[in-house]
């Protein structure tokens, strides 16, 4: 008779968290940021429909990475538990801490008790009424809540991108500057200095100033004016820098 084969626990969860970061590593990188006007999402994905920023409430957005049908399994259940809050009692109730505590609880959940984890990370962002009450909140696979400030890189060679990132932060640029800053972060994702065109972008805002609803999507032609003025900028910049 064979002995069944027994595996620790600490063994065991750090399959499971090696596992999951493999898969998400494989994945595009999304950015989340503070800009002058509220918090800017800029992810690289060349779907038009399968999206990976979204809106969950009025003040609230979701971005993630990884795999898209588990992600999409929790938007979906975080707008449910939004609304269901928001109606039950006050739509003032809903708040980002809430939403990424749920999320965090499920993760966990997932992860503990499941062979297989979620290959997921995402964001839950709140835009306040002064930057200093914006909420940034990133939940990893297994469910850890980290209270983000000014910006947060998920997916991909997030180390690469975090640290391109850093060199042109400005928490109180203007949008067309705080998306050059975005996509030139993303753009050195594999290591090679390349061009990003709207084509290949998903870029939303949540606008401290728009009335009830703060979300919005930026594409098209305002889409290619933002990157433009954001180009023209940065030039501008690096000529005044070098003169």
Known sequence: MSMPFYVSPEQSMKDKADYARKGIARGRSAIAM???GGILFVA???????????????RIAFAAVGRYNEFENLRLAGVRFADTRGYAYDRRDVNGRMLANAYAQTL???????????EVEIVVAEVGDDPGSDQLYRITFDGSVVDERDFVVMGGSTEQVTTALQER??????????????????????????ELEASSLEVAVLE????????????????????????????????????
Not at 108 to 117: I, L, N, R, W
Not at 171 to 193: I, M, Y
Not at 213 to 237: M, P, T
Request: proline letters at 4%; glycine letters at 8%.
């Open 208 to 243: 401290r100033e728009r009335e009830h609803r703060k979300f919005r999507r930026l594409h098209g032609e305002r889409l290619n004016r933002l990157i433009e003025e954001g180009r023209s900028g940065g030039s501008a910049e690096q000529n005044g820098e070098n003169s």
């Open 169 to 194: 932060f400005a928490k109180e640029a203007p949008l067309p500057r705080a998306l050059a800053s975005a996509t030139h972060a993303l753009a050195h994702e594999s290591g090679e200095d390349r």
């Open 44 to 58: 690289d994905n060349m779907s038009r429909t399968l999206h990976k920023i979204s809106e969950l409430y009025d």
């Open 34 to 36: 503070q800009y002058d």
């Open 108 to 118: 966990g959940g997932v992860f503990s008790e499941s062979p297989k984890p979620w």
